[in-house]
């Protein structure tokens, strides 16, 4: 490894980061396109969103999305996944965004798109492709706790299914994939997870260093455990900078699993970033769930873009 930095938790607070249009959060507006807003920061304002305030969001002006659906062989059968990429017939860096437990759906379609828009060709693929093409089970518009409930228990045997060795084996197809795709550049890939796959990204990071340059995992659970393969085990194989938006108050990465895999981070001198997102839930990114935070979201989303946009 080069070198290592840790830059560390961020202190978070609730302020919201990038304004969407229409929308409008505390504060001053700040709204770039091309070109730096010169807006003064608030006191109180934490780090990320006083940076969100001087800079500009790369590719805002890319707004025109080609989208498509294909099919992808795998080591273990095809997996059907959803494709987003700038309309510009150009090559643009790679990213492998892998789906929450809810899978390949409406929602995260948009989150593709939203991605490609700033310049990227993103590649979504249904995981759980072995129990079925997406999706894998019926999905309301709408998941509160009572639907999550349900939801869960018919995706539990399906996500149990899905072994480290198995999602490893798809990985390897998905970035072939993208490294024989004309729509991608030459060049490192980034990673971007929510929920388990949060975890199969800083998987695939370890697994695959020579492809992937950045990874960032948001709301993921159990990324630390007993098991000789616990992904904080492997963060060290990885030469990719990685990113870690935990959510607030998750019983499946509590305060004491962030400390650990920090702790392992430092030791094995991974250039990382670690930050708690206080007062969101798990799921925080997920516009479909009744966990989602828009303030939550559109600091992911700074933080996403800003480490791809380093390392892409």
Not at 69 to 88: C, E, K, M, N, R
Not at 121 to 143: H, K
Not at 209 to 236: W, Y
């Amino acid at each position: 490894m080069v070198g290592s930095r840790q830059i560390g938790r961020g202190g978070g607070g609730a302020a919201s980061l990038i304004d969407a249009p229409g929308s409008r959060a505390a504060g001053p507006r700040v709204t770039t396109v091309g070109k730096s807003a010169d807006v003064a920061p608030v006191d109180g304002w934490p780090p990320w969103r006083v940076a969100a305030a001087r800079s500009p969001r790369k590719g805002a002006d890319m707004t025109s999305v080609h989208d498509a659906l294909l099919d992808i062989a795998t080591p273990d059968g095809v997996a059907d996944a959803y494709l987003a990429h700038p309309d510009d017939g150009t090559p643009h860096p790679g990213v492998l965004l892998y789906m929450d437990a809810y899978g390949l759906r409406p929602a995260l379609k948009t989150m593709a798109r939203r991605l490609a828009g700033h310049g990227y060709t993103v590649l979504v693929p249904n995981v759980m492709y072995r129990a079925g093409r997406a999706p894998v089970v019926a999905l309301p518009d709408f998941i509160g706790p009572a639907e999550r409930s349900e939801i869960f228990e018919r995706l539990s045997p399906i996500m149990r299914a899905l072994t480290p060795d198995r999602a490893m084996r798809d990985a390897g197809a998905y970035l072939d994939w993208l490294a024989a795709s004309p729509l991608v550049a030459d060049g490192p890939v980034g990673t971007t997870g929510y929920c388990m796959g949060g975890v199969l990204g800083i998987r695939t990071a370890a697994a695959y260093p020579d492809r992937i340059g950045a990874a960032a995992s948001f709301h993921a659970g159990r990324l630390v455990t007993d098991a000789e393969d616990s992904p904080h085990r492997l963060v060290g194989r990885s030469t990719a900078e990685l990113y870690f938006g935990h959510a607030d108050h998750d019983h499946s990465m509590p305060a004491d699993q962030i400390a650990r895999l920090e702790q392992t981070l430092d030791a094995d001198g991974v250039i990382y970033r670690s930050e708690l997102y206080e007062g969101a839930r798990h799921g925080y990114t997920q516009t479909d769930t009744a966990a989602y935070n828009s303030e939550a979201d559109q600091r992911h989303w700074h933080n996403l873009l800003e480490l791809f946009g380093r390392r892409l």
